[in-house]
């Protein structure tokens, strides 16, 4: 009885990992803020540099106002970055193909569905404004899942949508928040089976 017992949690514990071992893993081991608005600070800090399967890695972007007027920001799905995508290139054509960065904002949002495992997404086209008072930053964070990386290499933080980039205002006038950050992203081998 012992040995049946011994042998089915045997044979399951392999079952389970027989997907895992072998998967790409991801590691991003350097950020890098290549632009900013001048009224405007951007960065970005690695909360958790490991790209796997099962955990994804994480990403925290802050936009801190450093003028002593409030600016405001427009943004589609979630305020103030929108939906968020990598790309191979900071200027990425219609046809090239982006990498969906999820974010727990998503959640909390009526104007992105996202389905339930992440295969499609839909945006409403209603912008979403406020304020950034002078002084104040926020923060969001982003998550990359493993699977959904196409290769290491330098990749770029992009819109997810064409046409849907954040814009800010410090007057009636407004300009595109152009920001480029890098990221670097190297593989990593899992063992083997």
């Given at each position: 009885?012992?040995?049946?017992?011994?042998?089915?949690?045997?044979?399951?514990?392999?079952?389970?990992?027989?997907?895992?071992?072998?998967?790409?893993?991801?590691?991003?081991?350097?950020?890098?803020?290549?632009?900013?608005?001048d009224s405007l600070s951007l960065s970005v800090r690695i909360a958790v540099a490991g790209a796997t399967v099962e955990h994804p890695a994480a990403l925290t972007l802050t936009l801190e106002n450093t003028v002593d007027d409030p600016i405001r920001i427009r943004s589609y799905g979630v305020w103030p970055f929108g939906v968020l995508a990598l790309a191979p290139s900071p200027t990425p054509g219609e046809d090239t193909w982006k990498t969906t960065?999820?974010?727990?904002?998503y959640e909390a949002s009526t104007r992105v569905e996202v389905d339930r495992g992440g295969s499609s997404m839909s945006l409403d086209g209603t912008p979403i404004t406020r304020p950034l008072n002078s002084g104040e930053s926020i923060s969001r964070r982003y998550e990359l899942h493993g699977d959904d990386l196409p290769s290491a290499g330098t990749h770029y933080i992009v819109e997810k949508f064409d046409g849907r980039a954040s814009r800010y205002s410090r007057?009636?006038?407004?300009?595109?928040?152009?920001?480029?950050?890098?990221?670097?992203i190297e593989e990593k081998r899992r063992l083997p089976m």
């Open positions: 009885m012992k040995r049946r017992t011994f042998l089915t949690a045997s044979t399951l514990s392999v079952a389970g990992l027989s997907g895992c071992l072998g998967d790409t893993e991801y590691r991003i081991t350097n950020t890098a803020t290549e632009t900013s608005p960065l999820y974010s727990p904002s007057d009636d006038d407004w300009e595109t928040l152009e920001s480029q950050i890098r990221l670097s």
